[in-house]
């Protein structure tokens, strides 16, 4: 018997991409290609990928070659390797062209907090593992790619006439529209439309590439050209608009489905969407595996799947029509499938987007063909240049507005939490069944139907009316029951992970913060700032706090006023809420600033001292220091306190000194835990060789910055606490740390994982 097998390339490009995940699942880390010291000058050696201009500064994508020649002529052109150059000042290269250059290097950085973004996998999924700053091209070679160099010329002559032709403010977003580029977009804009659940208008996705394939395809056609030779031309086109626009993963993806689709129309073939998908997720894969780990990449795709899986699937009489109810349907499948990507990789949903997406997408078809046409007229028409740019900033206008409405409703915005890798495997393995089980019953009313219309035809009234009255019971059916298993899965991925007693000290740089978590989903922060790394609450606290579902802070206890230990706090905005602010009492002049800023927030301050207990939850927090006495500085004066669970124990010590550490050995502390070493691990009057043999911390934890112009941690700091038996554990080598209390206790950070 012999054996047919259904869509044998989809069958094969899906085996080829497991192989891609299982050979990633394999590997240890990146292979970079370079061995080079974060920070040195180094000279390399590579050839120009593309070339970009943002805000008057020029970026270079190298394809860098390790064994490097003594010129820009002689190379081994072999395990290439991608680098980012930011370039010192403008200069005169070509795509293709060989550049020998000197700058500043270093290793692209991983996620070091969770829920931050993860630039390192950002960049290796485009096939870039390290950065070079101040670059200075040193010699240039003289070949270099025409057809590369033009499609980079044809680029800029389109953003100059965006430029020319647009308000200040609807540029960017236009620029980003047409050519994806996102450097000149204002942070505003992109919170704005992120908030609304509609960023993906700004990258070059298959609508665009839909909309541009149309474009070319009724030109070549209304000028005598035949369906097969249009089809060929016009993929040969958009082929060359994804390469001047850096080829995205959306376009990309978006390119391939085109030309699949214009292959079948050539070789006269049916066309498949789900083999159009497998081919552009298998050469996607193929050109660089780490793709698989980005979420655009995984957004994309999902949202295509979506339209080819789940919208046949809905009930009603005829899904494919067209007109408002399929844009609801196409809608709210591709929210389904791609929400656990959104929760996973930003934490949040927006719970309006659905509604922000069926407004603002029916104006895009003409939003982006205004925008395509003012490099069009831009050198025979102005006029007419002018009156797309005015059009485009009606548009815009309508959008901005219309996002600003949809944040002032309630609940604009739900903080979801990151997802465990089962359970996201339990919903998407569910939805595959439903999918299957959906297509077999669509299948079996489609042939009841058939059935019905043969009576029809062959006069059989009674037999008719008998065999759509069962078609629409089961049509009845099937559309309850497929409610019914969506709603099912939906409450099943966004129902709250189960939390646990936790202690999480934040990588902050040169800085100091930590984050305690009941296991009920209430949060308490200590401290957080820094003194090195900018924006601390922007781009650390919120994005760990939205990846454990927290969108309110209980209590904030704040150490003492230095900027290494408040700057989150003075950031803050509308981001979380928070209830409480406490503040040590001996420190009320010294938190002025800090408390006009709680005021301003409609936070309500208090101040602790020395003896006062506060439950948080099932931990209790025990104040030790500072007392009403005099203290040399606010660093002395730091609030002390120790927090204890089931047994556990740990001390933190803020920036205190001697005093506050007498205050705890005066309390009887011995042999705890933890202990959050005082000061960053200084050894200058603070973390004394009594006070830490007495402690005995099991695990001791320093936050500070890498490479700090303080030396911190101090040799003897850490002599002291290896003497006590002390495991040490330092944000700068581990990333965030996080202690687990539990039945049994659990701590791990970036590289280390243990049991106590």
């Known amino acids: 018997m012999k054996i047919r097998c259904k869509r044998p390339l989809l069958w094969g490009c899906l085996f080829g991409v497991l192989c891609c995940v299982l050979w990633l699942r394999m590997q240890s880390g990146i292979p970079k290609g370079l061995s080079v010291e974060a920070g040195s000058t180094v000279v390399l050696q590579g050839r120009v990928d593309s070339v970009e201009?943002?805000?008057?500064?020029?970026?270079?994508?190298?394809?860098?070659?390790?064994?490097?020649?003594?010129?820009?002529?002689?190379?081994?052109?072999?395990?290439?390797?991608?680098?980012?150059?930011?370039?010192?000042?403008?200069?005169?290269?070509?795509?293709?062209?060989?550049?020998?250059?000197?700058?500043?290097?270093?290793?692209?950085?991983?996620?070091?907090?969770?829920?931050?973004?993860?630039?390192?996998?950002?960049?290796?999924?485009?096939?870039?593992?390290?950065?070079?700053?101040?670059?200075?091209?040193?010699?240039?070679?003289?070949?270099?790619?025409?057809?590369?160099?033009?499609?980079?010329?044809?680029?800029?002559?389109?953003?100059?006439?965006?430029?020319?032709?647009?308000?200040?403010?609807?540029?960017?977003?236009?620029?980003?529209?047409?050519?994806?580029?996102?450097?000149?977009?204002?942070?505003?804009?992109?919170?704005?439309?992120?908030?609304?659940?509609?960023?993906?208008?700004?990258?070059?996705?298959?609508?665009?590439?839909?909309?541009?394939?149309?474009?070319?395809?009724?030109?070549?056609?209304?000028?005598?050209?035949?369906?097969?030779?249009?089809?060929?031309?016009?993929?040969?086109?958009?082929?060359?608009?994804?390469?001047?626009?850096?080829?995205?993963?959306?376009?990309?993806?978006?390119?391939?489905?085109?030309i699949v689709l214009s292959g079948s129309k050539i070789w006269v073939r049916s066309y498949d969407m789900l083999t159009a998908i497998g081919v552009a997720g298998f050469l996607l894969v193929i050109m660089n595996p780490y793709v698989i780990a980005d979420s655009g990449f995984q957004l994309s795709f999902l949202a295509v799947l979506a339209i080819a899986l789940l919208v046949p699937l809905f009930p009603g009489k005829n899904p494919r029509a067209g007109g408002r109810m399929d844009s609801l349907r196409v809608s709210a499948a591709v929210t389904i499938f791609t929400l656990p990507v959104l929760m996973c990789s930003y934490h949040s949903v927006s719970t309006y987007s659905f509604l922000a997406n069926l407004l603002i997408l029916p104006c895009m078809p003409y939003l982006f063909t205004a925008g395509l046409l003012i490099p069009v007229l831009h050198p025979v028409f102005p006029a007419g240049a002018d009156l797309c740019g005015y059009f485009c900033k009606l548009v815009l206008f309508f959008y901005d507005k219309t996002c600003a409405f949809l944040q002032t409703l309630p609940f604009s915005m739900i903080v979801t939490g990151d997802r465990s890798a089962l359970r996201l495997g339990i919903f998407y393995g569910g939805m595959l069944g439903f999918v299957i089980w959906g297509m077999r019953k669509k299948k079996q009313l489609y042939l009841q139907k058939l059935q019905g219309e043969r009576h029809l035809i062959e006069e059989k009234g009674e037999a008719f009316r008998d065999s759509e009255k069962k078609r629409n019971k089961e049509c009845v059916k099937y559309g309850l029951f497929f409610y019914a298993v969506l709603l099912t899965l939906l409450v099943f991925l966004v129902w709250p992970e189960r939390n646990e007693n936790q202690i999480t000290f934040l990588d902050v740089g040169q800085g100091d913060g930590c984050c305690i978590l009941t296991d009920r989903g209430k949060a308490y922060l200590v401290d957080v700032g820094s003194s090195s790394e900018k924006n601390t609450g922007k781009y650390v606290l919120i994005p760990y706090l939205y990846s454990q579902g927290i969108s309110k802070v209980e209590g904030w206890f704040l150490t003492h006023p230095d900027s290494d230990h408040v700057s989150a706090f003075m950031e803050l905005e509308d981001e979380v809420t928070v209830e409480k602010l406490y503040i040590p009492r001996v420190l009320h002049e010294a938190f002025a600033e800090v408390r006009m800023h709680a005021d301003a927030l409609g936070i309500e301050v208090c101040e602790v001292n020395v003896g006062e207990v506060l439950l948080l939850d099932e931990w209790e927090m025990t104040v030790l220091a500072p007392e009403d006495d005099f203290y040399e500085n606010e660093n002395a004066a730091s609030l002390v306190f120790a927090l204890t669970i089931d047994g556990f124990t740990g001390i933190f010590m803020g920036d205190a000194g001697t005093q506050g550490e007498q205050a705890v050995l005066d309390a009887g502390y011995k042999n705890v835990t933890l202990l959050k070493v005082g000061h960053h691990g200084s050894s200058i009057d603070t973390n004394g060789e009594e006070f830490i043999r007495r402690l005995r911390p099991v695990v001791a934890v320093i936050s500070c910055g890498k490479n700090n112009s303080y030396g911190h941690p101090h040799e003897e700091t850490i002599q002291r606490l290896e003497s006590a038996g002390s495991r040490i554990m330092m944000t700068p080598e581990c990333g965030a740390i996080t202690m687990e209390v539990g039945e049994h206790i659990r701590i791990w950070g970036e590289k280390e994982y243990w049991n106590l």
Request: net charge negative; proline share 2%.
């Open 53 to 258: 201009r943002t805000n008057q500064k020029q970026i270079l994508y190298l394809s860098v070659f390790p064994e490097k020649g003594d010129s820009a002529e002689i190379f081994q052109e072999k395990n290439k390797t991608g680098v980012i150059c930011y370039m010192k000042e403008l200069c005169d290269v070509k795509v293709g062209q060989l550049i020998l250059l000197r700058g500043k290097i270093y290793e692209t950085e991983s996620q070091s907090n969770p829920g931050g973004f993860d630039s390192g996998r950002f960049y290796a999924s485009k096939g870039y593992f390290y950065v070079l700053y101040e670059g200075d091209v040193m010699e240039q070679g003289e070949e270099y790619n025409i057809f590369g160099d033009m499609l980079c010329k044809l680029r800029s002559e389109i953003s100059d006439s965006l430029m020319q032709h647009l308000d200040k403010e609807d540029y960017p977003v236009m620029l980003a529209m047409i050519l994806g580029e996102k450097g000149e977009l204002q942070t505003e804009k992109k919170e704005l439309y992120q908030a609304a659940g509609i960023y993906h208008i700004l990258a070059i996705s298959g609508m665009h590439i839909t909309l541009l394939g149309s474009v070319f395809s009724v030109i070549l056609m209304k000028g005598g050209m035949s369906g097969k030779k249009a089809a060929f031309i016009t993929a040969i086109l958009l082929s060359c608009y994804g390469i001047m626009v850096g080829m995205p993963v959306s376009a990309f993806r978006a390119i391939c489905m085109f």
